[in-house]
């Protein structure tokens, strides 16, 4: 079945910290890889997605991602984080077969100021 | 305008009540979607709304009724629910145009207690 992980459930940063967060997927047909965030109490707003083209992906806000297929992986980079990306972010893939996406547990970044 | 509104934003309600959860969205979307949300847990689809047809029914049981009047509205009607249905409820929208590749904008979602 496929499926999302996320090794890391908590990542605690201080500011101006290089962050990655690991994502893996299980699926070895064609896949749409997404980073969602939530920030305390707002809704899940897109970071990036990738669908083709140039592995490394550029989002919103500084991040980026880049997938790797020989290790089924689409892992999150940002240089530099400020105590404002403290949230709950999410990784996701969606498959060819489907018009659902599949969600992995999140992690919860806190940034020490 | 990439805006997925919800209402309401809370909702308590009794097990014996019949309520419901509005969501609208004015992107010309052709496919809306329900999840939910526990505390500290991803998001878990219950329904998916194809050109106002249900496409996907994850299994979620009847006492959650979805509906989608036209292609803007997707309302998710409640009865006899229970205290562990407690949950912050999302609505998405999408295009349609292959499926896999259509990027969910997600609503604020509605934070529903079931007393």
């Known amino acids: 079945a496929q499926s999302v992980s996320q090794h890391n459930h908590h990542v605690i940063l201080s500011e101006a910290a290089s962050l990655e967060l690991g994502c893996n997927y299980s699926?070895?047909?064609?896949?749409?890889l997404f980073w969602y965030v939530q920030y305390p109490g707002q809704h899940l707003q897109l970071l990036l997605k990738?669908?083709?083209?140039?592995?490394l992906v550029k989002g919103i806000k500084g991040f980026e991602a880049e997938f790797i297929k020989s290790k089924f992986s689409f892992n999150l980079r940002k240089p530099s984080v400020q105590w404002s990306d403290t949230a709950e972010y999410f990784c996701?893939?969606?498959?060819?077969?489907?018009?659902?996406?599949?969600f992995g547990s999140g992690t919860r970044l806190s940034i020490r100021p | 305008d990439t805006e997925v509104t919800q209402t309401p934003k809370h909702l308590v309600m009794g097990m014996t009540n019949k309520k419901s959860l509005k969501c609208e969205q004015h992107?010309?979307?052709?496919?809306m979607y329900w999840y939910k949300q526990k505390a500290k847990k991803p998001p878990e689809l219950m329904f998916v709304?194809?050109?106002?047809?249900?496409?996907i029914n994850e299994s979620v049981p009847s006492r959650f009724s979805p509906e989608c009047p036209n292609s803007s509205l997707l309302n998710l009607h409640l009865h006899a629910l229970q205290p562990e249905d407690s949950a912050l409820y999302l609505c998405?929208?999408?295009?349609?145009?292959?499926?896999?590749?259509?990027?969910?904008?997600f609503g604020p979602g509605t934070r529903l207690t079931v007393l």
């Open positions: 996701a893939h969606s498959y060819s077969s489907a018009s659902k996406i599949i």
């Open positions: 699926y070895g047909g064609t896949v749409n």
């Open positions: 709304y194809s050109y106002e047809k249900l496409s």
């Open positions: 990738y669908f083709s083209g140039d592995p």
């Open positions: 998405a929208s999408s295009q349609v145009t292959g499926g896999s590749t259509d990027t969910q904008y």
């Open positions: 992107m010309g979307h052709r496919a």
